[in-house]
T-cell receptor
């Protein structure tokens, strides 16, 4: 079965600290993208970062980076220097077939001032 | 600025009513999706369309139908709404791979069925 598992339903981080959100996945695709999406409270889901599976180098977008372990099918998101605006639901997504994606159940991130 | 627009942010309907949720994208994307979002369950795919008049069932199509008469518009139809369809509904669009396949989402439609 193709699934995405986010084992942390909720996490908290102090402002300016670093936090890592976990994601494991299973896919039969050989060449694919992985995504982390952010959904702020009552706001639109937006892309945080994407990783191309055939690239060994971990993707980085400003304060956001991933730790991609292809053999372990692990795709964690690290947020450095956390800000109050980072508080949101975070969803990991992996491909299934033909442009469709599985999403994890989400991790709610709280940022404490 | 690219956009996916969902017609209603909040709806309240009665059991048995027919419900239409509309979604329009302005990015000329081939693919459009309807997801249902429930706490603890993440996003579950209801229906997917990869071209005008083309559709595929997702994981939870029961009780839903869709229509895509124009490339930019994808409608979700609840033929006879039931209380267990109370949920947040998200529309998304994307280009066909081998582009990034990134999904662009609308703001969501929160449906309450009484």
């Amino acid at each position: 079965a193709q699934t995405v598992t986010q084992s942390q339903p909720e996490m908290s981080v102090q402002e300016a600290e670093t936090v890592t959100l976990s994601c494991t996945y299973d896919t039969s695709e050989s060449d694919y993208y992985l995504f982390w999406y952010k959904q702020p409270p009552s706001r639109q889901m937006i892309l945080v970062i994407r990783q191309e599976a055939y690239k060994q180098q971990n993707a980085t977008e400003n304060r956001f980076s991933v730790n991609f372990q292809k053999a372990a099918k692990s795709f964690s998101l690290k947020i450095s220097d956390s800000q109050l605006g980072d508080a949101a639901m975070y969803f990991c997504a992996c491909p299934r077939d033909f442009n469709k994606f599985y999403f994890g159940s989400g991790t709610k991130l709280n940022v404490k001032p | 600025d690219v956009k996916v627009t969902q017609s209603s942010r909040y709806l309240v309907k009665r059991t048995g009513e027919k419900v239409f949720l509309e979604c329009v994208q302005d990015m000329d994307h081939e693919n459009m999706f309807w997801y249902r979002q429930d706490p603890g369950l993440g996003l579950r795919l209801i229906y997917f369309s990869y071209d005008v008049k083309m559709k595929e069932k997702g994981d939870i199509p029961e009780g839903y139908s869709v229509s895509r008469e124009k490339k930019e518009r994808f409608s979700l139809i609840l033929e006879s709404a039931s209380t267990n369809q109370t949920s947040m509904y998200l529309c998304a669009s994307s280009r066909t791979l081998p582009n990034t396949g990134e999904l662009f989402f609308g703001e969501g439609s929160r449906l309450t069925v009484l």
